[in-house]
């Protein structure tokens, strides 16, 4: 059994990239039922115990035998020194598209989960989706509670060929326009700070994580903030990282910086796709803007949503996605300075009574972050699980030093802290209606 991947998914393969989901636990974790919840997700959705292989003419996604489908793997240690090394183990080539770990502390009491999901069948949404089917999956079981069964697995039809109709002509001249538009306007880089072959992790560094937090009071004062100035939260995000940036910049006066939004198909297609179907169902949306060394932040935010509003009035997010098989011979297609996703709100795992959830995690990774480059974006992965804002700053050693990228936090996290004092606080019971 297998399916052709899209020339869109074909993409993904090369990148080696993949979707990191943890989930920190404090409780009693009853391995047999979680391991029973992952094999009843994998067999749900067959991406999850797959191989890509090469036919010569393309690539396919194909079920792997019963003996090689992944299954549960159990390991013991510090949470966080582990979780280090599964961020930084790729899946295997050739192997299965998931992978899922359950590591326990020696107190036997805190537990780390983490799942792993090739990019190539998942995004963000629909990895947050599964990771939460999982868990429910779980509390069913341990309840003893009757869970639905899935139906006869299916492939998801790929998003690129669920567009709307388009005029050939219109898509060339789309394309022709993205070109000139990244000819007359390329954007400056972040230099990398690590000096050459001498990053954790060997020539090609280790990838580590940066993280800012905001508490659900800072949250809601930075969401009140967005809404009446008109703007959406992916908006204060951006302008806060691309203010960043040009501090990183070298030369006075304003330089050209590119923002590039990932933007979510489901909810925009007729039917409407929905989160639980396992496939990449994104397209991208680059602007150029002209930032100076000490931006208007609240400017440069209705800047971004305005821009990004009218991407999508025109519905040119469906036009970018028809000419995304056109970015390996023109990458400077999606060549930006930072690189801003947004999960949105979204809920956690819902557990069996005496286990708990102290902590929810997505982080993008990848196998390849060449640092011969000099210079690269930097990504900033943005959700909010629970009412509470996260943005995970992965990177390779081997390009941004661990001292680079937690003053670059920090100081993203204070150009989010500046848009939260234009909001008053409110009382307890108002932020948690």
């Known amino acids: 059994m297998h399916r052709a991947l899209c020339p869109v998914e074909t993409l993904y393969v090369g990148q080696r990239s993949r979707a990191v989901l943890s989930c920190t636990l404090r409780g009693p974790v009853d391995v047999a039922a979680l391991s029973a919840a992952y094999d009843a997700m ?8 797959s191989r890509i292989e090469h036919t010569g003419t393309g690539h396919v996604l194909r079920l792997l035998d019963e003996d090689e489908r992944p299954r549960l793997t159990l390991r013991y240690g510090d949470l966080e020194e582990v979780y280090g090394e599964e961020l930084n183990r790729p899946l295997t080539v050739g192997g299965p598209l998931s992978r899922a770990v359950l590591v326990s502390a020696p107190d036997e009491q805190s537990h780390l989960f983490v799942l792993v999901i090739d990019h190539t069948v998942t995004d963000g949404h629909s990895s947050i989706a599964l990771h939460n089917a999982l868990w429910d999956r779980y509390r069913a079981l341990v309840d003893g509670e009757s869970a639905t069964e899935p139906g006869d697995p ?23 326009g993205r ?3 990244a000819r007359r306007h390329p954007v400056a880089l972040v230099p990398y700070d690590a000096v050459p072959g001498h990053g954790t992790g060997g020539p090609q560094g280790r990838i580590e994580v940066r993280r800012l937090t905001l508490d659900a009071d800072h949250t809601a004062r930075l969401r009140r903030t967005a809404r009446d100035a008109g703007v959406s939260v992916h908006a204060v995000v951006a302008a806060a990282l691309l203010a960043t940036a040009r501090r990183r ?7 050209t910086l590119g923002c590039l939004s990932p933007v979510d198909l489901r909810s925009r297609l ?10 990449p169902a994104v397209t991208t949306h680059l602007q150029t803007l002209d930032v100076t060394e000490d931006p208007d932040s609240l400017d440069l935010a209705r800047t971004v949503h305005g821009r990004l509003s009218d991407f999508l009035a025109r519905g ?4 970018e996605m028809r000419i995304t098989p056109e970015i390996p011979r023109t990458p400077a297609l999606q060549l930006a300075t930072v690189i801003a996703t947004n999960m949105g709100v979204v809920p956690g795992p819902r557990l069996p009574e005496g286990l708990r959830a102290v902590d929810v995690r997505l982080v993008p990774a990848r196998e390849q972050y060449f640092p011969q480059a000099g210079r690269s974006p930097v990504m900033a992965c943005v959700v909010s699980f629970e009412g509470r804002l996260s943005i995970e700053f992965p990177h390779s050693t081997a390009c941004f030093s661990p001292t680079f990228m937690r003053a670059f ?24 209606a």
């Open 42 to 49: 994998t067999q749900a959705h067959p991406g999850l115990r």
């Open 154 to 176: 299916r492939w998801p039809e790929p998003v690129s060929r669920l567009l709307p109709p388009a005029d050939e002509t219109d898509t060339a001249q789309y394309l022709d």
């Open 179 to 181: 070109l000139e538009e």
């Open 249 to 255: 910049l070298d030369g006075d006066g304003p330089r």
């Open 270 to 279: 007729s039917p409407p796709v929905p989160a639980t179907a396992l496939v």
């Open 316 to 319: 040119d997010h469906f036009r």
């Open 409 to 432: 936090r920090d100081d993203v996290r204070a150009g989010l802290l500046r848009f939260t004092t234009a909001a008053p606080p409110r009382p307890a019971d108002a932020l948690t």
